[in-house]
């Protein structure tokens, strides 16, 4: 069983890949998601598209990264960018739907986990790779 990070995720965070501008935005990130977990349920909307709109733009930059570095795990890693992608796509049409409990349980128990296994794993050997062009630690 993974254990659930706590609610705050900006005060909770404790990995980070080494990569100042990377962890920089998933700062900003662990922020926005605090920050859609707080919205009212006129602004939830809003809150979920902010969100999602940063972690394209973060994961447009990771891809540069694992293009210029030729990452060999590029495309699983892309993969899961897609995978939470569409998941938050499925939380704004719950959301849209009038679901945002649905909403809140993947802000505040789902997307949590994900990030910090994501950075844990795919975004920490991406970083080494670009840095030393080793896979694994």
Request: glycine content about 6%.
């Amino acid at each position: 069983m993974v254990a659930k990070p706590p609610s705050s995720m900006a005060a909770s965070i404790a990995v980070a890949t080494g990569d100042a501008i990377i962890d920089a935005d998933h700062v900003a990130f662990e922020v926005l998601i605090d920050e859609a977990a707080a919205a009212d349920d006129a602004r939830l909307g809003a809150a979920l598209k902010r969100l999602r709109r940063h972690l394209v733009e973060h994961f447009e930059q990771e891809d540069v990264m694992m293009a210029e570095t030729r990452f060999p795990a590029a495309g699983f890693h892309r993969g899961d960018h897609e995978k939470v992608l569409a998941r938050i796509d499925r939380a704004i049409a719950d959301n849209a739907g009038g679901n945002p409990r649905a909403v809140r349980t993947f802000l505040e128990d789902e997307l949590p986990v994900w990030f910090v296994g994501h950075v844990a794993t795919l975004d920490a050997v991406t970083v080494h790779w670009a840095r030393t062009g080793v896979l694994g630690f």
